[in-house]
């Protein structure tokens, strides 16, 4: 592609050659119209703005020079001016940042031409009818060709990231850890492998009719949560992960595991879920390396599993509400004292009945004796009942955990064998 520029006059000519020879004047002016609009080039590092106004430079000089030449503008200075496109993709140009370069040049351009116009009235007509629609057109040509190289490095770095995510994926859920392997692809998306992580895992209720429509509803997530919690979408790492969204979202420096636990509790509780596809929400354990993304991965998910199981009407689950079941679990001598609690009223289903209803309801007798329809008389003489079959005491704190323990894990236990039937 090549860009004509017309013939203009002597006298014209003349009129431009300071912009040619000073070509920096106009530059710092286009600039300054930039960052006065609050755009992304306000917040550029030193360097990167410096790179900008470089290219601000080339791409206001270039028109004036042509001009002066009498040439038009060639496929090696368009693909220069291109380049700069993609520079500014990775510097974090948003597009629409990015064409108001051209829009504040073609104002500063035409504001030169009005001066020249004002102080020498012959030049009036040329400059109106003969340079302003090929200052135009110059203008429309060169936005195409940068817009067009931006969207084509921005998808390229898409398809790049997306590898990248893939790989740190893998190495994240591979059996045998690669703690360089996380490094390495973690500096390359910009995350901080030695921070603290923490994972969510999402329950998704999703009917797939184009395999890019899944990836699509993902980054879309994705994108809600990173809004959600104020950080940038590129902060946040993801993968869809046994049809589950499995999110890690960084953690400050310095916050206790409990704090972290019940801040990301409190404001994914907070999430607006509807018309999301989000069926409910697990939350892993704050961590750190290639191992404690795993954990907290595999804790969101574990979350999901036995919060759904224990509190069937709420939505978001901690793995820090089932940590103490979950251990216990992996314990036969726990598990078969806790059996036994059971077993002990195994021939009595009312007292099982008034139990786990007595737990539901905090321990509270007036609460729990409504909810099962009789009188608390009757609700303490069960409890008393209770506690002679079991050889405890309801004042006994330890014994009171424990009972609650085994109802639980009774509870989920029902829930399973119903499932699979």
Known sequence: ??????????????????????????????????????????????????????????????????????????????????????????????????????????????????????????????????LSPSLLEYVDSLSLAIAHAYLQEQFQGARWRDARRYELSSIVFNHDPDPEGFQRVCSALGLDAEGLWLAIALKLDFHVTHPGDLEMEAERLVASVANHFNTAAGQLTYVMRHGNLIIWLPRARGDSLLICDRQVRKQMEAFPLGNTPIRSIGIGLVNQGVLGWAASASEALKALESGAISWPQARVYTYSGVAISESIKSSRPALRYLDSIIEALGNEPELIMTLQCFFQHSEKHKITAAALNIHPNTLAYRLDRIMNLLGGKTSDLDFMVSLRLAMALRRASDRLDSEGK
Not at 68 to 94: D, K, M, P, V
Not at 102 to 113: K, N, P, T
């Open 1 to 130: 592609m090549s860009v004509m520029t017309p013939s203009i006059s002597p006298e014209l000519k003349e009129k431009i050659r300071p912009f040619v020879e000073n070509p920096a004047e106009l530059a710092d002016r286009i600039l300054a119209r930039l960052v006065q609009g609050n755009s992304d080039y306000a917040t550029l590092t030193d360097e990167a703005r410096h790179d900008a106004w470089e290219s601000i430079r080339t791409y206001s000089s270039l028109w004036f020079r042509c001009l002066y030449e009498g040439r038009t503008i060639n496929l090696q200075e368009i693909e220069q001016l291109a380049q700069s496109g993609r520079r500014r993709f990775h510097q974090g140009i948003g597009l629409n940042s990015l064409l108001r370069v051209f829009r504040a040049g073609s104002q500063e351009m035409l504001d030169a031409y009005l001066k020249i116009g004002v102080s020498d009235q012959s030049l009036r007509d040329e400059l109106l009818f003969t």
